[in-house]
């Protein structure tokens, strides 16, 4: 497998930090892309590109993973799979006839929740374009979780198949009703969802614990992280 490295630039997560990306370079017209392999080293993906930090003098950030065989919801996130029973979730393939017919509800929901969550962000202002050159890629179509309250979509995460496991790529949501946790409650939900796939894990991406946003990864236990050599064990209840 082939590899290549980014120039320094500022980290999004760290003030004051500079990261790089270990970018894995496919063959050329290669038709299957070893994602699976890849996820298992701690790599993650961002549209078509396929990347792991690698900084030479940061190592904070770590993929974590969620241990689904193992895993029971503490009595805040069962509050929360209370809160939300009401809600109806399905699976939905990209490109599939009904995708196609929610396209454009999917879309404005990306774009309320871009609007008032990530203003200072990089998908902002939000294009249709933009939004699906993110979450699709040729060698591999995602799956999407969808929720909807009374008919209504009011959140998506979008989750990519591994042989061991599903990969929360990312989730977006109404966000104009706080109380129900969504964010969370779609985790769960994907966690529900790997068990019936008979799945090992949900890949939750990275996880920094001095960067704030990210806290709530660790609250779903037990869980592993990848050290950069293997996975070791990580939050436990």
């Known amino acids: 497998m082939k590899f290549g490295v980014t ?18 370079v496919p063959a050329e017209k290669e038709s299957k892309v070893p994602y699976s392999h890849l996820i298992q080293a701690g790599f993650r993906r961002s549209g078509e590109q396929i990347y792991r930090p ?33 809600v109806q979730c399905r699976i939905v393939e990209y490109g599939s006839t009904y995708f196609n017919q929610q396209l454009a509800q999917y879309f404005d929901l990306y774009s309320q929740y871009i609007c008032a969550r990530h203003q200072d962000g990089s998908m902002y202002p939000p294009n249709e374009d933009q939004f699906t050159d993110f979450i699709y890629s040729q060698w591999q179509a995602p799956l999407l979780l969808e929720a909807s309250l009374n008919g209504e979509v009011i959140a998506i995460a979008v989750t990519d198949e591994t042989e061991t496991g599903f990969s929360a790529f ?57 050290n950069g050599e293997l996975w070791v064990e990580g939050s436990k209840k």
Do not use: W
């Open 170 to 226: 990312y989730t977006f949501f109404s966000p104009f009703m706080p109380q129900r946790s969504i964010g969370t409650y779609m985790i769960l939900k994907q966690i529900e969802y790997s068990l019936k796939y008979d799945y090992d894990y949900l890949y939750l991406g990275y996880q920094i614990d001095e960067c704030r946003k990210m806290n709530y990864k660790s609250a779903f236990v037990p869980n592993e992280r990848f």
């Open 7 to 24: 120039q320094p630039f500022d980290c999004s997560y760290l003030p004051d930090k500079q990261e790089q990306l270990l970018i894995y």
């Open 54 to 86: 690698h900084c030479p003098t940061c190592q904070k950030c770590q993929s974590i993973r969620v241990d689904v065989r193992q895993f029971k919801p503490s009595k805040s996130q069962r509050r929360i799979l209370n809160k939300n029973a009401d």
